[in-house]
Nanobody
C-alpha cells in the first residue's frame, strides 16, 4: 500500500522556522522525483520545491528561494522541507508528491497545516 505521510506542521510566529517531513512507503522511493506543494484557502495548489530522485537537483518557487530548503534521505524514504524566515503568506496546507521517473505514476500525501501568525 502506497503511503506518503507528512508531519511537522503547526503554528509558528513570523520569522520562525519549521521542518516538514514526508515519509514514503509502498513504492521505490529512490526512483521518484519528490515535491512539496502548498494550497492556501481560496487559492490554487502551487509548487513550492522539487528535488530529483538522487537529490542532486533542486528547484524552488521564487517566493521561497533563500528561505526554504528541500532535501531527501533515500535510505529513510523521507523528504524534508526546512522552512526558515516564515511569513504569514506561507500559511497553507503543505503536501508532498512523488512522481515516478520510470512510469506515469504519481502519489500525493494527505497534507499538513502550516500557520504563520503572531
Amino acid at each position: 500500500q502506497v503511503q506518503l505521510v507528512e508531519s511537522g506542521g503547526g503554528l509558528v510566529q513570523p520569522g520562525g522556522s519549521l521542518r516538514l517531513s514526508c515519509a514514503a512507503s509502498g513504492f521505490t522511493f529512490s526512483t521518484y522525483v519528490m515535491s512539496w506543494y502548498r494550497q492556501a484557502p481560496g487559492k490554487e495548489r502551487e509548487l513550492v520545491a522539487r528535488i530529483s530522485s538522487a537529490g542532486g537537483n533542486t528547484n524552488y518557487a521564487e517566493s521561497v528561494k533563500g528561505r526554504f530548503t528541500i532535501s531527501r534521505d533515500n535510505a529513510k524514504n523521507t523528504v524534508y522541507l526546512q522552512m526558515n524566515m516564515l511569513k504569514p503568506e506561507d500559511t497553507a496546507v503543505y503536501y508532498c508528491k512523488g512522481d515516478s521517473t520510470t512510469s506515469y505514476r504519481s502519489y500525493w500525501g494527505q497534507g499538513t497545516q502550516v500557520t504563520v501568525s503572531s
